[in-house]
């Protein structure tokens, strides 16, 4: 563990994020207990080395740290404060981490009561991309006391890259919400704009690559668009999930009245494509609705179905 003992985890889970969050746990040589509603999910994980528990307490038994990278605050308070959940489990002294995009509100409630019993809590969610959570560069942006966050910043760098620290609890979660609808946002608008220029006739590998290089880029069309060019639009991140965090981040516009104009009208336009495509379908798809509209695909040879460190640059 880049030269710090060897700390006792348990991960709570194990989906497009949590898994290989967890892997890199598990090959760093942590010891490392994994739970999830669904086994198979810890099939890599298994063979690789780490242990299973078919409940929340097995994974808690005598952690040092126990994770959670759940898909919706309704899933982490079921898990964390529910019935012989993670409170009722993890011992004085230990340590929570939230890797959950969640509201911030009820993140604040669950480190107060998890302070109540003696549990450090800290919330650690990510940013960056699926490909980057597998190779282990992965953004962690940090909420919560700095004397937590010192104390498992070993067990952070091997799971992520960058290590932000963002302040008070509350905080890592606003800014997480904020770059999710910055990158939903920032989709939809790659996909108008090249559309436009589909539409007018110019080449789709010459679009792309104009974006790239120009003060129209964005994360978004680095990545996301390749897997629009390719037609696989398989990011890993159903828009169910892209509906969950866009509702956060109009929860927190109302609480600060603060008018989210482009967020709103996204929000719509996605609920749109959940209506035509499936709650399960992936982000990208959201570009089908523009593509079925003017009766032309945006494909191009030799973009990629999926990305890795390597191709997403």
């Known amino acids: 563990m880049k030269g710090a003992r060897i700390m006792k ?57 126990v994770i959670t990278a759940l898909p919706s605050p309704a899933a982490s308070r079921a898990v964390v404060e ?43 969610p990510v940013t960056g991309g699926v490909h980057r959570a597998h190779s282990g560069l992965i953004t962690i942006l940090v909420g919560g006391e700095e004397t937590i966050y010192d104390k498992v910043k070993p067990v952070l760098e091997i799971m992520g890259g960058e290590i932000l620290y963002m302040g ?19 989709l939809v608008a790659a996909s108008e704009g090249m559309m436009l220029a589909r539409k007018y006739g110019v080449d789709m590998d010459a679009i792309w690559k104009g974006i790239r290089h120009s003060s129209g880029n964005s994360f978004a069309h680095e990545t996301e668009s390749k ?23 109009q929860g927190i516009a109302d609480k600060t009245g603060v008018p989210l104009e482009l967020g709103s009208v996204t929000q719509q336009i996605y609920r749109r494509a959940k209506g035509l495509f499936g709650g399960n379908a992936q982000s990208p798809e959201v570009a089908r609705m523009i593509e079925q509209a003017c009766g032309i695909e945006m494909r191009a040879e030799g973009y990629p179905v999926e990305l890795t460190e390597e191709n997403a640059g």
């Open 9 to 65: 985890i348990g991960f709570i889970g194990l989906g497009s994020l949590g898994e290989p969050l967890a892997m890199n746990l598990v090959s760093s040589g942590s010891d490392v207990t994994v739970t999830d509603l669904n086994k198979e999910a810890a099939n890599r994980l298994l063979e690789a080395g780490a242990k299973w528990s078919d409940n929340v307490a097995g994974a808690c038994r005598d952690a040092e740290v």
């Open 82 to 124: 529910g019935d012989d959940g993670v409170f009722d489990n993890l011992s004085p002294g230990a340590t929570w981490i939230e890797m959950s995009t969640t509201d911030f509100e009820d993140l604040q409630r669950l480190t107060d009561l998890a302070k109540e019993k003696g549990i450090d809590a800290l919330e650690c």
């Open 168 to 186: 008070p609890t509350g905080h890592a979660t606003v800014v997480k919400v904020v770059t999710n609808m910055l990158a939903f946002i920032n």
């Open 227 to 249: 897997l629009i060019l390719s037609g696989s639009y398989n990011v890993n991140f159903p828009i169910d999930l892209v509906l969950k965090d866009l509702g956060l981040a």
